[in-house]
Every structure is written in C-alpha cells, then in structure tokens.
C-alpha cells in the first residue's frame, strides 16, 4: 500500500508535500492511541482477561479455579488507582503447554492430585523402563488404605483402588466385614502408561487440553488481535472527538504547511516513534511490571506502575504538543482536551455540519487504526522520496 500512495502522487510534489505532513499528522495519532492504549492494558491487565476468557470458553467452567487467589489470606495490596487495599485476585498471562497443564492437575481433588504426584515421581524414575513399585508408591498405597467408610474423599480413593486394582498394582479383599487391599510387590509398573490411564479415567478435560492446546493457541492469539483492533479503533474515535482532529481538518492543515514545516513535524513523529522502539512495547511485558505470573505483587510493584504511568503521559503530551503547534502562535489559546468537545457543541444547533464532523472524525479513527508502524513507513518512505527528488533534477517532479 506504501507504494501505491507514492506512486499516485510521485510526478507533483505539491500532494507529495501535503501527503507527507497527513502521514506524519496521523503518525503522531497513531502513537498517541497507542500511548493510551497501552496505559489502558497496563491498568485493566487486558492480555490476562483475555487469556481467561478465551481458556474458559475453550476448557469450561472448571478451568476458572485456575484464577482463584489460592491458600494465601493474609495478603492485601492496592492496584493503581486503588485507595482500598483488597486481597488480590488470581491472573494468568498466557502459558505454554507445560506450565498450564501443571496448573491444571494442581485443581484436582485431594486424592486424585495425591496419587497424581505419586505416579509422576514414579514416571520420573523408572526413565521409561518399567520396574517394581518404589516406596513412594506404597506410601501412596498406604495413605487410601486409611481412607474409610465417612472419611472426605472416601468415594474419590474407592475409585482410585479400583483403577489401580485394575491394572494389577492391588489385590483388592472382597470380604464385606472387613475388605481393604494390598500391594502387590511382585508386579512390575509402567508408570508411563499407568499415568496416561490415570489421566483419561479421572482427569479427561486435562487430556483433551493436551491434544488441543495448538488450537487454544490460535484462538487466543485470534481473541487477542481482535480485543486490540477494537480497543484500537475505540480510542481513535476518542481522541479524534475529543481532541478535535477530524480528517478534514487534518488534510486542510497538510496543505496549508510549508515544505520546511512538514519535514520538521515528519521528522519529529518519525524521531517520537522511534523513541519508543528501545522500550517494551509489548504489553504483556507491560503487565507484569507490578505482578508476578502468581497475581502477586512486586517489592518495587507499586514505584514501577507509577513510572511506567509517568512515562505513558509524558509521550501523550509531547505528541499532543507537536501536532497542536500552530506556525505564528505563541501559546494554545484552547486547551487540546476540550477542543472537540466546544467544537461539537458549537455545531449542535447545525445537524448537518455536525454529522458531517462525525463522518470525518470516523474517517480520522479508520487511517489510525492502521498503526504507527504503517504510517511510520508510509511518513519515511515520503521523505525519502522527497529527498530523491531534491537531488535529482531528472526525476519526474523535480
């Protein structure tokens, strides 16, 4: 698309000069949604809300124990903004395979989970070579053993004896007085095996997250790119109302910029642009400023958030600031947060002229939505042309 745009306005250099300063014009958009944007993910952790309700529509309900807030209950902190301290609820970014299906097997009932460590320590050191029982399995064994008739759990540790009974690792007593069962020493394990069975008799939804996880993969990553395309067009909407950059206005002030004039703004979005590539960019990097993968906080959680906060502002403002410069004006007479706002409200008792400035506001929010870094090489690109023009009298233009 970069070329076509240079090559419809390659042989005049007047559009090519207004092009250039509406490509740096809506660079400097771009990177102030951006700004907002990414201050809006750090503050309502957008990556983690996405993940949970992508892993709940992939896994069920169930998969909601994964984001409690677990066994500590002492602990209370503030999130940015917060005045009240409350304890903190639980927040996953997105895991890879092994990491989520250890945390899954870890909202397992009591027994189940027991004898899930059990056979995985067993699994660990028979290295694929079947053998006796070790003692950790009898310790195991020994533990159901105790589990009787009104013990919590006794139904879930029945069931495990039975499934252990049915692969020969018990003999299990049918004498209705007593009952009970015991190992049986002489049997070699294929713990391997035996935990994959274990898996599909007690745990099938882990199973079917392990054969499927590339899938659960695609649709975050889907769920996610869509979440920041609204997220995106939304606040580009936003800053055009609010800001009072409606297309028109930012084509007429293009034209009306010298060639000087537009190579400094073009040089300047160009230069804020490429401020911001040393830094994270990514926002869950951005997410785990003031949290850990567990949703606990930091020692340094709280200055941190402040200053990534600082930061994000003061890129809005340096942005806001250039693109509201005005050649022979000393100061901003109106405030830029409050210009759309006085614009609409002037317009109001003119429907038509006020529907038109909603189309352009829509017309602004859809050339941003096309991100910094398009426009970042559409602005580039301009220049450079610009430049080959300059310097070469030959080329059509010149």
Same mark, same amino acid.
């Given at each position: 698309?970069?070329?076509?745009?240079?090559?419809? %306005?390659?042989?005049?250099?007047?559009?090519?000069?207004?092009?250039a300063g509406l490509a740096a014009m809506l660079l400097g958009l771009a990177i102030l949604v951006e700004v907002i944007q990414e201050a809006y993910k750090f503050l309502t952790s957008s990556k983690s809300r996405t993940y949970a309700k992508v892993l709940n529509d992939f896994a069920g309900p169930w998969v909601q124990q994964l984001f409690g807030a677990g066994p500590v209950t002492q602990l209370h902190v503030r999130r940015p903004f917060q005045w009240l301290r409350s304890r903190p609820e639980g927040a996953l970014l997105p895991l890879d395979k092994e990491q989520l299906l250890e945390a899954i097997d870890r909202t397992a009932a009591d027994w189940i989970l027991h004898s899930l460590e059990a056979l995985k320590i067993e699994k660990q050191l028979q290295s694929g070579?079947?053998?006796?029982?070790?003692?950790? &399995?009898?310790?195991?064994?020994?533990?159901?053993? *105790?589990? *009787?008739?009104?013990?919590?759990?006794?139904?879930?540790?029945?069931?495990?004896?039975?499934? %252990?009974?049915? !692969?020969?690792?018990?003999?299990?007593?049918?004498?209705?007085?007593?009952?009970? !069962?015991?190992?049986?020493?002489?049997?070699?394990?294929?713990?391997?095996?035996?935990l994959t069975a274990f898996y599909q008799r007690f745990f099938p939804e882990r199973v079917d997250i392990d054969k499927r996880f590339a899938q659960l993969e695609k649709n975050f990553e889907f769920a996610y790119q869509r979440r920041n395309l609204r997220?995106?067009? &939304?606040?580009?909407?936003?800053?055009?109302?609010?800001?009072?950059?409606?297309?028109?206005?930012?084509?007429?002030?293009?034209t009306q910029r010298s060639t000087a004039e537009t190579t400094a703004l073009a040089e300047k979005m160009i230069g804020?642009?490429?401020?911001?590539?040393? #830094? &994270?960019?990514?926002?869950?990097?951005?997410?785990?400023?003031?949290?850990?993968?567990?949703?606990?906080?930091?020692?340094?959680?709280?200055?941190?958030?402040? #200053?990534?906060?600082?930061?994000?502002?003061?890129?809005?403002?340096?942005?806001?600031?250039?693109l509201s410069a005005r050649e022979g004006s000393s100061a901003i007479e109106t405030p830029y947060y409050t210009?759309?706002?006085?614009?609409?409200?002037?317009?109001?008792?003119?429907?038509?002229?006020?529907?038109?400035?909603?189309?352009?506001?829509?017309?602004?929010?859809? %050339?941003?939505?096309?991100?910094?870094? %398009?426009w970042h090489r559409v602005t580039s690109a301009l220049l450079r042309r610009r430049e080959e023009q300059q310097q070469s009298p030959n080329l059509p233009g010149a």
């Open positions: 698309m970069e070329n076509a745009i240079l090559g419809l %306005f390659a042989s005049d250099p007047a559009p090519m000069n207004a092009l070579k079947p053998a006796a029982p070790s003692p950790g &399995v009898k310790k195991m064994i020994a533990a159901l053993e *105790g589990c *009787g008739p009104g013990v919590p759990g006794y139904k879930n540790a029945r069931d495990i004896v039975d499934f %252990f009974a049915e !692969w020969h690792l018990l003999s299990v007593s049918r004498d209705p007085e007593g009952g009970g !069962w015991q190992l049986k020493l002489d049997e070699e394990l294929d713990a391997g095996k035996l997220q995106t067009f &939304v606040f580009a909407l936003l800053v055009a109302l609010l800001f009072n950059f409606p297309f028109d206005e930012l084509y007429r002030q293009a804020l642009y490429q401020e911001r590539l040393p #830094q &994270v960019r990514s926002d869950a990097a951005m997410e785990q400023v003031s949290t850990t993968e567990e949703g606990r906080p930091t020692e340094n959680g709280s200055a941190a958030s402040e #200053q990534v906060l600082k930061e994000l502002h003061q890129q809005a403002v340096t942005v806001l600031a250039a210009r759309g706002l006085k614009r609409m409200a002037a317009l109001s008792s003119h429907p038509p002229q006020l529907l038109a400035y909603l189309f352009n506001c829509l017309v602004t929010a859809f %050339f941003i939505s096309f991100g910094a870094p %398009f």
